[in-house]
């Protein structure tokens, strides 16, 4: 059977996100995109009224929400601001390696301490020389004694300036490619952890992404996730089960977007005429509608697959390269509506337009989806036909 319809209690997870959103977010929205300060005082809200580390299970105090409640959740977050949304969420995405791939204990040590009062987890695949390429990691790890050494550098860490904790993906010296990867949390305050300046941003300014450099960094070996040298697999399923969520990030802006442009199609005037009167308007705005329609099913279906143990590696990949690609669509369109206006920084269209941006970038670009539907399909998948085709 398939159902579209909420539950009463994901109902009341939407309103209560909505609300927050429009109460804490959005009359500080501006102000943190402009100061590129980190959103502090507003995650502590959040945090204060459950809206953060939502699928922390509920045996190390989280609330134990799904993956498709989590949607519902950044949908409305992200509608009010990307930028404050990829803080916000970015606990998730640190805790995830270890929620994948931890024991009992490590879940006990790294992500309760979350749970308690304010606190950051970072999460670190990318590196200077690679982003898309995860098994091109050059970050090293030995093994030594009781510890595991690691030596590199680590790019683009969201939250990596507040974090406590890194998860972080490494490979043992002397390995390759996908052989060897390591899946290690580091906490922050660990001797030889050197975390760079805020790095300066098109979009998303209200979220901290700085360079983290690891030199001789030494962490018991029970920070280790998994069996060493066999993490490859933890940072892919990590993807898989945050790419829905990013999805549903690219859904809030759109609608967001879309939101803005009806508003002033209704109310600005040229040749006589209310421009929301004029078809190639109005087409417009019904693209934007249908795109994230298609869209939002397609990332509670990735979420649904994640949320019910089923391998939601392609429906992740094709709701994530959707989404973002017709968020930007919708974001590009938006600000052409608005004509001159929207190219300025008075109008919140341009702020959107700028954010919109990094959904196809970060968690696996739009091409890396692509390439990842593709190999499925030219490898696995199992044509209905395939004896006709042959
Ligand atoms: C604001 C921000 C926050 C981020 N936060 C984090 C974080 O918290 N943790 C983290 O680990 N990373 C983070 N990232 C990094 C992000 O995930 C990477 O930037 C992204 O994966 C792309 O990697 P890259 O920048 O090295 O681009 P590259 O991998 O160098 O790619 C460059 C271009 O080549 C294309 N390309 C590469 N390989 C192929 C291929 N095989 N086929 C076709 N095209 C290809 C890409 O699509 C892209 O267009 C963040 C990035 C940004 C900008």
Not at 323 to 329: H, N, R, W
Request: aromatic fraction near 10%; charge should be neutral.
């Amino acid at each position: 059977m398939i159902d579209f319809r909420l539950s009463e209690d994901q109902k009341k997870l939407q309103m209560k996100a909505r609300e927050f959103a429009i109460k804490e977010i959005i009359p500080v929205s501006r102000k943190y995109d402009q100061s590129g300060e980190f959103p502090r005082d507003v995650l502590q809200k959040a945090f204060d009224q459950g809206l953060m580390n939502t699928i922390f299970p509920e045996s190390i105090g989280g609330p134990g929400l799904g993956i498709l409640d989590n949607c519902l959740l950044v949908e409305e977050i992200a509608a009010a601001d990307p930028g404050i949304t990829t803080s916000l969420f970015d606990n998730c995405l640190g805790a995830e390696p270890i929620l994948i791939g931890g024991t009992v204990e490590q879940k006990d040590t790294f992500l309760r301490p979350l749970t308690e009062e304010l606190k950051f987890i970072a999460f670190a695949t990318s590196e200077p020389g690679m982003g898309s390429d995860v098994a091109g990691i050059a970050t090293t790890a030995r093994l030594e004694g009781d510890e595991i050494v690691l030596n590199g550098r680590k790019m683009w860490i969201t939250n990596g300036g507040v974090a406590t904790f890194m998860s972080t993906f490494c490979r043992l010296e002397g390995t390759k490619r996908h052989h060897g990867i390591t899946g290690v949390v580091i906490p922050m305050d660990t001797e030889g952890v050197r975390v760079g300046k805020p790095i300066p941003k098109m979009g998303h300014k209200a979220s901290n992404t700085v360079m983290v450099r690891l030199d001789e960094v030494r962490v018991p070996k029970e920070n280790i996730l998994g069996e060493s040298g066999k993490g490859f697999p933890i940072a892919m399923q990590t993807f898989a089960h945050t790419r829905p969520t990013i999805g549903a990030f690219a859904c809030g802006m759109a609608r967001a977007s879309m939101e803005y442009a009806i508003a002033y199609a209704k109310r600005r005037e040229a040749f006589e005429d209310k421009i929301g009167n004029f078809q190639s308007i109005q087409f417009m705005i019904a693209e934007m509608k249908i795109n994230l329609d298609a869209a939002r099913l397609l990332t509670w279906k990735a979420a649904w697959d994640a949320d019910h143990g089923r391998d939601n590696t392609i429906s992740a990949s094709i709701a994530k390269a959707f989404a973002a690609d017709y968020g930007m669509k919708t974001a590009s369109d938006a600000l052409q509506i608005f004509g001159g206006f929207g190219y300025t920084t008075n109008y919140l269209i341009e702020k959107l337009f700028r954010d919109a941006k990094l959904y196809q970038i970060y968690e696996g670009t739009s091409q890396i989806q692509r390439m990842i539907i593709s190999r499925y399909l030219l490898t696995k998948y199992v044509p209905i036909f395939d004896k006709t085709f042959s």
